[in-house]
């Protein structure tokens, strides 16, 4: 494993960890986009999708400041989005989405704590 994969994974579980010191439980998370497909150059930043069951209970705009204050209180660039697994199911079950693009990608990477 590379550095710099290795320097991702660990920005990917300290963000993972400042999500769930909010009392988010992360069901799962996914990383996407250049990082996950081995392209990244030093302007890309970290593209992950995270799963919570908590996130149903909050509108969209709690769940921008939960993942923001995670962001901020690591210092990277993540640009997170947030999905309950109702969400992602209902989303997987239809054609030309971005989630199920994403999820049926083969080189996206599954993250847990």
């Known amino acids: 494993m590379s550095?710099?994969?290795?320097?991702?994974?660990k920005i990917i579980k300290d963000f993972l960890r400042?999500?769930?010191?909010?009392?988010?439980?992360?069901?799962?998370?996914?990383?996407?986009?250049s990082?996950?497909?081995?392209?990244?150059?030093?302007?890309?930043?970290?593209?992950?999708?995270v799963?919570?069951?908590?996130?149903?209970k909050m509108p969209a705009w709690r769940r921008w400041e939960v993942l923001g204050k995670a962001v901020a209180r690591i210092m990277e660039p993540v640009e997170p989005l947030a999905y309950t697994p109702e969400e992602v199911?209902?989303?997987?079950?239809?054609e030309g989405n971005?989630?199920?693009?994403?999820l049926t990608q083969p080189e996206t990477i599954e993250y847990q704590l």
């Open 3 to 9: 550095q710099d994969r290795i320097a991702v994974e």
């Open 18 to 33: 400042a999500v769930t010191s909010q009392g988010i439980k992360v069901d799962r998370a996914f990383l996407y986009g």
């Open 35 to 49: 990082h996950a497909r081995g392209e990244a150059n030093e302007n890309s930043d970290i593209d992950l999708i």
């Open 51 to 56: 799963i919570s069951s908590d996130f149903s």
């Open 89 to 94: 199911e209902g989303l997987m079950k239809r």
């Open 98 to 102: 971005f989630i199920r693009h994403i």
